[in-house]
C-alpha cells in the first residue's frame, strides 16, 4: 500500500464526503484534511464520515497564525489552536490504523504596518511553547511548517527549517515537530544538514513542485509533482534517511486543479506521486 | 552629499543621457548602471556621457548567469562575462571620485529539464572562480548577488548570503564580494549574523521593499521603500556596523514605477530613501 495521502486542499472545492470518496476511490489510502470542510459537516459529523470512510488521517490543516502583538487577538489565536487541536485528535482517532494526530501550523505574518520581523517571530516561538501543554494533553503533534520566504511578510514567518527546528527542539518530540514540504523548502542550501537534524522530529512531509514562470497569485503557484524544478527523488530520500517512515502528502493549491473534477485529480496525483516519489 | 545612487533599473525606460540627466536633476550623486542603456549607445560614448555627467558610479548590472551545464554555452557566458569586466573598468574610471568598479552577477538558474539545483551551485560557484583573474586585471570586484528564493529555479540559484559569501570567501577581498539587495535577503533569519560575516566583502548595497499582495509577475514585484514591509532601518544598521562606507542603490522594478516620468521617479526615490534608509 502506497504512503500516498492526498491533501484536501488539493481538491479544495469538494466537500468532505466528495473528498473521502474520490480519495479512497482512486486507490489512495490516506487523506489530510482541512478544518474548514470538517467545520462544514460539524466535528461530529466529520468524524462519523472519516470512520466509515476507512481511510487513514495524516494531519489536519491548520493551526497557527499566533504572531498578533495585540493580547486580545493573541489569546483569540491561541484559544482557535486550542479547538484545532481537539479536532486533531478526534479526527486521527476516527481514521483508520497509522492515522497521525497531527497539526499542521503555519506561523502568520507580520501586523499590519509592523516591521518586526525577528519579534513576529519571537512570539511564534512563543506560542508554540503555550500550546504544548494543551498537544500533550489531546497526544497531538504540534508540525510547524517552515514557509518558503515569499510568504514571510504576509503568512509564515517561520521561513526555514532550520529555523522551525529551533522552535521545536525546546519542546519533547511527542508533542512538537515539523511539516516538510517540498515547495517551501526545496531551495534551502542548507536542507541537506536540516533534514538530517530534523530526524525524530519530521511529523508531515508533503509534496508539491516549484513551477516556473510563477503564477500570477502567490498563493496558487504550486504544481503537481514534475511539472516543475523540484528533485523529489534526492528531498525524498533526504526525508527517508531520517526514518520517517509516515504518510506522504499531495497538497496542491492550483487554480487549474482546483477547476478541475476531484475524481480526475485524485487520480492524477496517484499517477504523478507513483512517477516522482514512488513510494 | 547622500550616500543614495539610483540605479538605472528603477528608471528602465530612459535611455542613458536621460537616465544621467535626471539622477543629477534630483540631486542625486551616484548612479547604477545597466549594460543594456550602455550597449545601446556604445561603450565609448557612455564614458564620454557618464564622464560629463560629474555623477559616480556605484555598480554595473549585470554579469553572471554562468549556470549552464553545456560546455559551448559556458565557454559563451564567461565570455560574455569577460566583456562585462572590461565595461565595469572603463565607466567606473570615468565616474566621479568616489565610484566603484563593481560588477553585479546573478547566477542563472536551472538549465532546461534540470532539477539538480547542488550542481548548478556548484558550476556557479567555479565560474566566479574562473573570472577572479580577469577581473584582478582590470581592478574589478566582482559583486555575487544572493536572489530571493523565489528566483532559484530560474533566475538565481545562489539563495541566501551565507552562501554567496561561501563562494567569494574562497577569492581575495580585492576581486570578490557579495550585493546586498533588502529585496533578497530581507526574510533571512541568519541575516544578522551573515552581514556581520561579510564585513570587507560588501561591494554593493541595494534597496528596494517586499510589498504584498505579491503582484502577478515575479520580477516586476519589487516596491519603493516604505511601502512595504521591510524594516530598512535595521538593515542597513547591520550593514553600516561592518564598516560599509560606499554608495547604496534603489534598485527597483515595478511597472508603475518603470511606466512613470524618471524624472519624477528620480525625485520620490530621493524623498523614499531619505525617509527610510536616511544616508
Known amino acids: 500500500m502506497s504512503r500516498l495521502s492526498l491533501n484536501q486542499a488539493t481538491i479544495k472545492y469538494a466537500d468532505l464526503a466528495t473528498a473521502l470518496t474520490v480519495t479512497r476511490e482512486a486507490g489512495i489510502a ?8 470538517v467545520a462544514e459537516v460539524g466535528l461530529r459529523q466529520a468524524v ?5 470512510s ?11 497564525f499566533f504572531t498578533a502583538s495585540d493580547p486580545t487577538l493573541r489569546a483569540r489565536a491561541l484559544d482557535e489552536n486550542r479547538r484545532a487541536i481537539e479536532e486533531t485528535a478526534a479526527l486521527a482517532e476516527a481514521g483508520a490504523p497509522g492515522s497521525s494526530p497531527v497539526l499542521v501550523l503555519v506561523a502568520g505574518g507580520l501586523p499590519e504596518g509592523d516591521r518586526d520581523l525577528a519579534g513576529a517571530r519571537a ?8 500550546l504544548a501543554a494543551d498537544a500533550a494533553g489531546a ?13 514571510a511578510a504576509d503568512r509564515g514567518v517561520i521561513s526555514t527549517l532550520g529555523q522551525a527546528l529551533d522552535v521545536v527542539e525546546e519542546l519533547p518530540a511527542a508533542v512538537a515537530g515539523v511539516a ?5 523548502v526545496w531551495w534551502d542550501p542548507a536542507l541537506q544538514q536540516q533534514i538530517a537534524r530534523a530526524a525524530g522530529r519530521i511529523a508531515t512531509y508533503q509534496v508539491c513542485d516549484w ?8 498563493l496558487l503557484s504550486r504544481g ?6 523540484i528533485d523529489f527523488a534526492g528531498i525524498t530520500a533526504m526525508v527517508e534517511k531520517t526514518g520517517y517512515t509516515g504518510d506522504i502528502e499531495v497538497e496542491i493549491f492550483n487554480q487549474e486543479i482546483w477547476n478541475s473534477d476531484p475524481a480526475a485529480v485524485a487520480e492524477r496525483t496517484a499517477k504523478a506521486f507513483a512517477a516522482t516519489v514512488g513510494l
Open 30 to 37: 490516506s487523506i489530510g484534511l482541512w478544518r474548514e470542510p
Open 48 to 52: 462519523a464520515l472519516v470512520a466509515d
Open 54 to 64: 476507512g481511510l487513514r488521517v495524516s494531519s489536519l490543516c491548520r493551526g497557527g
Open 123 to 130: 512570539r511564534a516561538a512563543d506560542a508554540v511553547g503555550e
Open 139 to 151: 497526544g497531538v503533534v504540534l508540525a510547524v511548517e517552515p514557509m518558503n520566504p515569499i510568504y
Open 180 to 184: 516538510v514540504d517540498t515547495f517551501h
Open 211 to 218: 513551477i516556473t514562470p510563477f503564477p500570477g497569485d502567490a
Open 224 to 229: 503537481m509533482m514534475g511539472e516543475g524544478h
